[in-house]
């Protein structure tokens, strides 16, 4: 089942502007996926990228990330496997302890509904914007794979009236909800966090969950060397940081606490020095400054 708003303004595919980020992040899934250990295990992220017509080179296995002379893929994929992993852990003890709607925010190539091990009853909403899921429908149901819960696709632009559609899709806000957020909030102004953290308000019944990566540090990521050079050095017209607001007055932690959420925040750093595979100093230092925001309301 499918769900709409604003289709017209999040009219991105998977191989331009936001949506190419999705790909990438799908890539740093499959190279972590082969490493061992692995910090995520994501079966479907190697198809994505096999099937996209991307406008520049990505990996799907560690020896193609490790041999990338352009871009730090090693890094990055580790970034995203902490991340991915984190993520993980927090949608399984969210359904463990009852919860039985999850709703991914800005979902990209996450294939969760399709890789974890769901109790029965669970829904997950995937919101994002209509070509970048519409891809990702193709890419599995050409691999065969089957949802292991229920699952809505939403299609929707996360800057504006979102919430209709995910009530539409069937969300009961009586109930509650776990979200996540994953490489989101650069991409809203402040004004457009503020309104999606209030939209995530309005439909949480007590019990709700958020997990959100937050980043503090946005300014020294537009300073990353290899984010410029690696589009120089593969002849690609493509600026991921254009794509920033660039805008940090919200912090989710202290936002959610005034209204009522009880809140932890860790960095992420420690996220991935405790699953024994630390981040490597050569991030960009927002990355490495990044923190993982969960909060509960009771
Ligand atoms: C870096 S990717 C992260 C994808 C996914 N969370 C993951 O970790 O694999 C960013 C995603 O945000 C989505 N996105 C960015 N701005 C959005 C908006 N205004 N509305 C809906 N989706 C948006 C993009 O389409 C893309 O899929």
Same mark, same amino acid.
């Given at each position: 089942? @499918? +769900? ?7 009219? =991105? ?18 190279? #972590? @996926? ?6 995520? $295990? ?8 096999? /099937? /996209? ?7 799907? @296995? %560690? ?25 993980? #852990? ?16 800005? /979902? ?10 769901? %109790? ?20 599995? /149901?050409?691999?065969? !794979? $089957? ?15 979102? @919430? ?11 109930? %509650?909800?776990? =979200? ?14 503020? $309104?999606?953290?209030?939209?995530? &308000? ?6 709700? &969950? ?34 920033? !607001? ?11 606490? &005034?209204?009522?959420?009880?809140? +932890?925040? $860790? ?10 595979? %630390? ?20």
């Amino acid at each position: 089942m @499918t +769900d709409s708003a604003d289709r017209d303004t999040a009219d =991105w595919d998977i191989a331009s502007g936001v949506g190419l980020t999705a790909l990438a992040t799908a890539a740093c899934r499959a190279v #972590e @996926t082969l490493r061992e250990p692995p910090l995520v $295990r994501d079966p479907y992220a190697g198809a994505f990228v096999q /099937a /996209a017509r991307a406008p520049t080179p990505m990996p799907v @296995t %560690p020896q193609e990330a490790d041999g990338d002379q352009t871009f730090p893929w090693p890094e990055f994929a580790r970034y995203v496997g902490v991340r991915s992993r984190l993520f993980d #852990e927090l949608s399984l003890t969210a359904v463990a302890d009852g919860l039985r709607q999850v709703v991914i925010l800005a /979902a990209g190539l996450d294939t969760r509904a399709f890789r974890l091990d769901w %109790p029965p009853g669970v829904t997950a909403y995937e919101v994002d914007a209509p070509r970048v899921l519409a891809f990702k429908d193709q890419v599995l /149901a050409g691999a065969g !794979a $089957r949802p292991r819960c229920a699952r809505r696709a939403v299609l929707a632009d996360l800057r504006g009236r979102w @919430t209709p559609a995910l009530l539409t899709a069937g969300l009961d806000p009586a109930s %509650p909800v776990a =979200w996540l957020a994953e490489g989101l909030l650069p991409y809203l102004s402040d004004e457009e966090k503020d $309104r999606l953290l209030a939209g995530m &308000r309005e439909l949480s019944a007590p019990g709700s &969950r958020i997990a959100i990566e937050h980043f503090a540090g946005m300014d020294s990521m537009r300073d990353y060397a290899a984010f410029t050079e690696a589009p120089r050095l593969n002849n690609v017209d493509f600026d991921v940081t254009a794509l920033w !607001a660039h805008e940090e007055a919200t912090d989710p932690g202290p936002w959610l606490a &005034r209204i009522g959420w009880s809140v +932890d925040a $860790r960095p992420i750093a420690d996220v991935a020095a405790g699953y024994g595979r %630390p981040l490597p100093a050569t991030l960009p230092e927002g990355m490495l400054s990044a923190v993982m925001i969960t909060a509960r309301l009771t």
